[in-house]
C-alpha cells in the first residue's frame, strides 16, 4: 500500500509504503531498487505510518497514527525514527505540515492534541486543543 510520495530538491521522487521505499530518478526515467525501511526492529508497520512530507535539508518525514516518526534520509538514503514520548495519553495522528519556521505540526486523529516536532532539534511537543473540539 503506498502510503506517499515526496519529490526532492535533486528531483528524485520517492515513493514510500509501510514497508519499504523506492524512487524514480527524473531525468533517466530509471526506478531505483526496492529499499526496505521496517528493518528497524520491524517498527516501520507498527507505527502505521500514513503520511509523507518532505522537510529541510533532504530529509522524508513519515508520518505515524500513533507511535515514532520515520525519517529518510535522501542524501544518505537511510532511515531512522524519531521517538514520540507518549506521557499520559496515545497520540493518534492524520497527516501535517512543515510550516516555514521548520516545526513539523500533526492533525489530530479525534485526538486532543496536535503535534509539533521541531526539525532543528528533534524536540517533540503538543499544543492542546481540547477547549475546542466536540470529542474531547
Known sequence: MCI???????????????????????????????QFIDSVNNKARDNDHRHTLLGPGGRIYILPNHDNIGVFDTNTRLYREIVIPHNDFPP??????????GNLYMAPYYGLWIGVLDTVTESWSVINITSIFPWT
Open 92 to 101: 493518534h495522528f492524520w497527516g501535517g505540515v512543515i510550516h516555514s519556521n
Open 4 to 34: 506517499g510520495a515526496a519529490l526532492a530538491s535533486h528531483g528524485n521522487i520517492y515513493i514510500f509504503s509501510e514497508k519499504f521505499v523506492v524512487w524514480l530518478n527524473t531525468d533517466t526515467n530509471v526506478m531505483s531498487n526496492v
